[in-house]
């Protein structure tokens, strides 16, 4: 019952965030977060900062949203843990390089017997710590390897990816790759007014566009807040984060972003 949030826009903004809030809008209004993580790309690097401990009383937290760190790309993950220990080497986002660039993942869901699959066999030794979502990002990377920077086989390659992983459980992923944002919406457990969890339903993610004006000013949401907004931005949240209309996103979805323009969508 992890939260995520994603930015993708036509030109660099600030942004800041009440991590504790974020995750209170997702529903965890009773749940101990296990730790946070958030990536603001800079080019082929990015500035990521991540904490095995809930944000509400993190130094670091505050430090990095007083910083005010500006960027066009940017993932953000609050995590309950459901596999692996509240540690360190757990705690989405997951980075590694590929051509030179820094890659960043980040998973909301369940993937069972992910671990099971014959591919991913090989890449068990290669986990720094010993989550489903890790396991899936280098699933993702080793099937990404080779297409270059092609962007439809790069798509159509994470496309298929959320497709299998959509056979093992539910599967909301935040994936950058040095260039373009990809995004893929599934379904997602929340807590209910009973401190119970729920079964699995949609939408696992909702997506907000701010279209072209140049003049959006700022953004205050349940959480989150960007000053000057660019044009052509488009957040990604588990939940709609403001009282403004959101898109929920259907099961399957996956897109990929460039500078505030979907190079691909499609709905499986």
């Given at each position: 019952?992890?939260?995520?949030?994603?930015?993708?826009?036509?030109?660099?903004?600030?942004?800041?965030?009440?991590?504790?809030?974020?995750?209170?809008?997702?529903?965890?209004?009773?749940?101990?977060?296990?730790?946070?993580?958030?990536?603001?790309?800079?080019?082929?690097?990015?500035?990521?900062?991540?904490?095995?401990?809930?944000?509400?009383?993190?130094?670091?937290?505050?430090?990095?949203?007083?910083?005010?760190?500006?960027?066009?790309?940017?993932?953000?993950?609050?995590?309950?843990?459901?596999?692996?220990?509240?540690?360190?080497?757990?705690?989405?986002?997951?980075?590694?390089?590929?051509?030179?660039?820094?890659?960043?993942?980040?998973?909301?869901?369940?993937?069972?017997?992910?671990?099971?699959?014959?591919?991913?066999?090989?890449?068990?030794?290669?986990r720094i710590g010993d989550t489903d979502?890790?396991?899936?990002?280098?699933?993702?990377?080793?099937?990404?390897?080779?297409?270059?920077?092609?962007?439809?086989?790069?798509?159509?390659?994470?496309?298929?990816?959320?497709?299998?992983?959509?056979?093992?459980?539910?599967?909301?992923?935040?994936?950058?790759?040095?260039?373009?944002?990809?995004?893929?919406?599934?379904?997602?457990?929340?807590?209910?007014?009973?401190?119970?969890?729920?079964?699995?339903?949609?939408?696992?993610?909702?997506?907000?566009?701010?279209?072209?004006?140049?003049?959006?000013?700022?953004?205050?949401?349940?959480?989150?807040?960007?000053?000057?907004?660019?044009?052509?931005t488009r957040l990604f949240a588990s939940?709609p984060l403001d009282d403004d209309e959101?898109?929920?996103?259907?099961?399957?979805?996956?897109?990929?972003?460039?500078?505030?323009?979907?190079?691909?969508?499609?709905?499986?």
């Open positions: 019952m992890c939260e995520l949030f994603a930015m993708n826009s036509a030109g660099v903004a600030k942004v800041t965030a009440d991590l504790d809030a974020f995750a209170r809008e997702g529903g965890e209004r009773n749940l101990n977060r296990d730790g946070w993580g958030i990536v603001f790309a800079e080019q082929r690097d990015a500035h990521v900062f991540r904490e095995a401990a809930p944000a509400a009383n993190s130094a670091l937290a505050k430090m990095v949203f007083e910083r005010e760190f500006a960027s066009s790309d940017l993932i953000a993950h609050v995590r309950r843990a459901s596999q692996g220990n509240p540690l360190l080497a757990n705690t989405h986002p997951f980075t590694r390089v590929r051509g030179g660039m820094a890659l960043h993942f980040a998973h909301n869901g369940d993937l069972d017997g992910i671990a099971h699959l014959a591919e991913a066999e090989s890449l068990l030794e290669e979502s890790e396991l899936a990002f280098l699933i993702l990377l080793r099937r990404l390897d080779g297409s270059g920077q092609d962007d439809t086989m790069r798509f159509d390659l994470f496309a298929g990816f959320c497709a299998d992983m959509r056979e093992l459980g539910t599967a909301n992923f935040l994936f950058y790759d040095g260039r373009s944002l990809f995004i893929h919406a599934d379904r997602r457990r929340s807590e209910t007014p009973e401190g119970t969890i729920s079964e699995p339903r949609e939408p696992g993610l909702v997506m907000r566009h701010f279209g072209d004006c140049d003049d959006i000013g700022h953004w205050h949401g349940k959480g989150p807040r960007i000053r000057n907004m660019p044009p052509r939940v959101w898109e929920p996103l259907p099961r399957g979805t996956a897109m990929m972003l460039r500078d505030g323009a979907v190079l691909g969508r499609t709905i499986a």
